[in-house]
């Protein structure tokens, strides 16, 4: 009876050695892919396996706030769930830059005979990444009974996501930032420099000639001086051509006469062709020795009747 007692006795802990290498590579896979998952929460472009990044791949500025689960904190209207994954995951599934696509990211690396499922969790000051793996193992039926009849193997393993690099900014930032502004304004110092500033209106130089009118206004609209062919046989001299299209000229001393048989009909002729100007506006500058810009209504309403504006600088 020896011999059957050794060969039973064989068996036996052959089958408890399987079970225990089950369980142990189960918890040794669930406990790398957390690991592995914390390791690469920081770029959803690293590799799973070496960590391995391009300089150029990121996920954002803001991805710690926008995409991480951070903002759930201000949510108080919603219970505060952690982002989970079902394990084996769905065909077609890939991953992405928030939190759900860093977990189908790695669901895809874990074999398809492994049920269970991957989650995240933010607690604010610190982020857990969490595998719970399940595996269906074939025992004899006097060993299943020995483990309360269960065939199904499960493991849970945890790891925090650890940011280094965040975490070293942010040291340095605080540090620095509060060395630098320490004791750099005075309380009253600062009180003084709240208050509003004084404002008043701008004076407008005194213009004397046509020149200093022009100018001022290539000054005012940031326009440079052009000419432009009218028709093959005149020409017109524009003042200030501003970014826009629109021609400014400056008159200080002018005649009707001129105005509305030699001017008036040059401009009128830009605006219907179009390709040169967008619009036109006539700047009357008054005489220093005057109070008022004297400018018939008749001619007036002539000018803006052609599409031209008309602004006065008294």
């Known amino acids: ?12 802990l052959l089958a408890v050695a399987v079970y225990y290498y089950q369980q142990s590579s189960l918890y040794y896979k669930a406990g790398r892919s957390a690991e592995r998952t914390a390791y690469i929460w920081d770029s959803s472009s690293k590799d799973y396996v070496t960590g391995a990044v391009h300089p150029t791949a990121s996920d954002g500025l803001y991805w710690r706030i926008a995409a991480d689960g ?10 505060f769930e952690p982002v989970s994954v079902a394990l084996p995951p769905a065909a077609g599934g890939s991953g992405g830059s928030g939190a759900s696509g860093k977990l189908l990211k790695a669901s895809g690396e874990l074999g398809s005979e492994l049920r269970g499922g991957l989650s995240y969790r933010h607690y604010g000051l610190f982020r857990v990444v ?33 940011d280094p690099v965040e975490t070293i900014r942010l040291t340095d930032l605080t540090r620095t930032f509060i060395a630098g502004i320490q004791g750099r304004i005075k309380p009253k110092a600062a009180l003084a420099l709240m208050t509003e500033p004084v404002t008043g209106k701008a004076t407008r130089p005194a213009i004397t000639s046509h020149a200093q009118a022009a100018q001022y206004l290539r000054l005012l609209v940031g326009g440079t001086e052009k000419m432009v062919q009218v028709t093959p046989e005149t020409k017109r001299q524009i003042d200030a051509l501003d970014a826009s299209g629109v021609a400014h000229q400056a008159y200080y001393t002018f005649n009707e006469k001129n105005l509305r048989e030699v001017q008036l009909p040059k401009d009128a002729e830009l605006l219907k062709e179009g390709s040169q100007v967008k619009g036109v506006v006539w700047h009357f500058f008054k005489l220093s020795k005057q109070d008022r810009v004297k400018l018939t209504q008749v001619l007036k309403r002539e000018i803006e009747r052609n599409g031209i504006v008309i602004i006065f600088h008294e």
């Open 1 to 12: 009876m020896t011999l059957p007692v050794i060969m039973l006795a064989t068996f036996v």
């Open 70 to 79: 951070l903002s759930q904190w201000f949510n108080v209207l919603r219970p």
């Open 130 to 162: 969490h595998a719970s793996l399940e595996r269906m193992v074939r025992l004899p039926d006097f060993v299943r009974d020995w483990f309360q009849g269960s065939s199904r193997l499960q493991a849970g393993v945890s790891s925090h996501v650890i």
